[in-house]
T-cell receptor, first 113, second 110 residues
């Protein structure tokens, strides 16, 4: 049982480049989500999904795309990276029964120069 | 949409108590509490569902007042291992999204 697996752990991009942050979970969780963490700002929700084919925007969705074609995977796409997207990104998943904890991945540290 | 946490930071001596508060402008279904150590992912502490329950294990407990849309985390007889940043996450009655506050930094000193 690997839990929530995020790749890569570190990434450096140049402004304007695109990339995909991968997230996979093996717990059959319906709910998956992406957060970014910046100093003093806490964890801010980017996008989330409650099942395959269903996605919704969180608090800070601009500049990011998601899709959920399977229960296991929830990739986050940066369309055209900007220095403001330099952050630590966490993927998290849980059941949608309203009484389940979020399981977090180990995070991806992204730097955009 | 982010809940508001207070205080922003706390410094304690070992054995002292602390309270961290979390409030929301929305009607809440649940409140989550997590602790994060530097360089690590957040770790789950507890969930409280609407109904005004109080939960706890050992020296960490929490309460949830759904009428006031507030939750408090109580740390008693603090230990060095309690140091870290504490986040509350709130889920409203109208959706699944879990939104986190900005965090409370807790430092326990010998």
């Amino acid at each position: 049982n690997a839990g929530v697996t995020q790749t890569p752990k570190f990434q450096v991009l140049k402004t304007g480049q695109s990339m995909t942050l991968q997230c996979a979970q093996d717990m059959n969780h319906e709910y998956m989500s992406w957060y970014r963490q910046d100093p003093g700002m806490g964890l801010r929700l980017i996008h989330y999904s409650v099942g395959a084919g269903i996605t919704d925007q969180g608090e800070v969705p601009n500049g990011y795309n998601v899709s959920r074609s399977t229960t296991e995977d929830f990739p986050l796409r940066l369309l055209s990276a900007a220095p403001s997207q330099t952050s630590v990104y966490f993927c998290a998943s849980s059941y949608v029964d309203g009484n389940s904890p979020l399981h977090f991945g180990n995070g991806t540290r992204l730097t955009v120069t | 949409q982010q809940p508001v946490q207070s205080p922003q930071a706390v410094i304690l001596r070992e054995g002292e108590d602390a309270v961290i508060n979390c409030s929301s402008s929305k009607a809440l279904y649940s409140v989550h509490w997590y602790r994060q150590k530097h360089g690590e992912a957040p770790v789950f502490l507890m969930i409280l569902l609407k109904g005004g329950e109080q939960k706890g294990h050992e020296k960490i407990s929490a309460s949830f007042n759904e009428k006031k849309q507030q939750s408090s985390l109580y740390l008693t007889a603090s230990q060095l291992s309690y140091s870290g940043t504490y986040f509350c996450g709130t889920q409203s009655n109208s959706g699944y999204a879990l939104n986190f506050g900005k965090g409370t930094s807790l430092l326990v000193t010998p």
